[in-house]
């Protein structure tokens, strides 16, 4: 009877002093595209052999796209229950979500999460962002009730965030039993959503994320995580070898399409407008669609097609790049970034991905993701061929999520994310997280006016790329 209570004590004692990488599980969410997957394998034997040193144990560390067959797992809540189910009855306190650019210092991760473990008010911990103002990649959402409080926060992802297993293990059984669920059936920014599903509303508080000075968003002797600099995987891919296809309509020939050509225009070899009109001057075709307010799956499909009929012989064409009138380029940070990635006849479909229907259970074996058409959508060749198959259920539904959902469903491709593009303008963003990347596009010509938007953040880079004009006169 005396030794099973000294047993007891000792155990409760260990527990209560002692914190070591075995009450962590390390989840890298991550890609099965070959660059984004490499990266991903990089951290997890980075992570293991700091740990290794630290404390001769192996780390449970998992790469979410080799780990859990879920749809969905970069918007977190369907990795929820996979993950409770896996470690309900295990050491695991603390489950730590990186994205595979993410550095993570093992030994101040666990500093920090043993002094958080001890923090009774501490479910979760990170670095906070917060909005200055609605925007609308958060669905415009705004949390009044806090505002004396110092209003809504959510982590940057990019710099990692941890959520004790009490956490998850109450958020997923609110999301099984249906009591919660995301408000939006459009996920954009999972680290605000997730934050906004934990939070819950005004009648149902749940825990705001705790800010910690260890994780950081730019590295510091402190820090036990911070974002890395997406690095260029060798030259930039050559401009001339990407097909840049724009979709307008007659009525933004003499406007956004001039802007474009007076931006990053002026740096492509190829570039063709698609329009329902022809106009020589910008040059434009009329692709035979007639013009939708909305929509403009039909357009699309149509552009595609006669652009992979267009590059057939043009065999130094690996890259299609198809942007709307008002997307805002950077030309050579582009060429920079696509030099990670495989063009020509491998299937690769880059872009900003959004999802569609995971926040519900109902909808979420339904659930998809999509390029979001707005801050462009980079397509091997290869991908091309493949999207141009697809059929619009209508000639004006959503031309991106019609792709995202053919891709997904019928095709089984993947899509890769790429944070560098930007479906909305610089200002929507949290200025910590656009400062700091090198972005390649943003999207929306209103104000500020985009002639600005694109001498603030691309012309610089782009005066590298000689002028159409003087290229051709050499
Ligand atoms: C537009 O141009 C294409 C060739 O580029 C031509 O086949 C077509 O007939 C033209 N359409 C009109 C309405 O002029
Ligand atoms: C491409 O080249 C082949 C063979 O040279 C030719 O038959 C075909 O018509 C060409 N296609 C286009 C779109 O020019």
Redesign the pocket.
Known sequence: MYTRVALLLFAWVDVAITFDSRNVVFTIISQPEPYHASVARRLKMDIETQVVELEKREARIHITHEDFAVGGAWTIIPLLSPLVEKYRNSAVRWVLFVEPHTAVRCAKLIEALAAADTQKDAMWVGYPLSDDEPTIIHHFAYFEELEDEGGFVYPNFASGFAMKMELIVSISNKVESGERQLEAEFSIDPAFELARLVYGDIHDRGPLLTADQSFCVVSGDNCATYPRQFDTCGSPVPEDSIYFAVKTWSGYHATRARVVKKTWGRHVTNLQFFSDRNDSSLPAVDVGIPNTVSGHCAKTMAILKEVV??V??MTHIKWIFLADDDTILGVQRLCEILSCYRGGDDVTVLGERYGYGYGNKETASKGYDYITGGGGTVLSVGASKLASRCSCSTLGSPDDMTLGACATHVQRVSLTHSPLFHQARPQDYPREVVARDRPVSFHRHSSPDPLKVYATWFQHDDLALRPRGLKDEL
């Open positions: 009929k267009r057939e012989n």
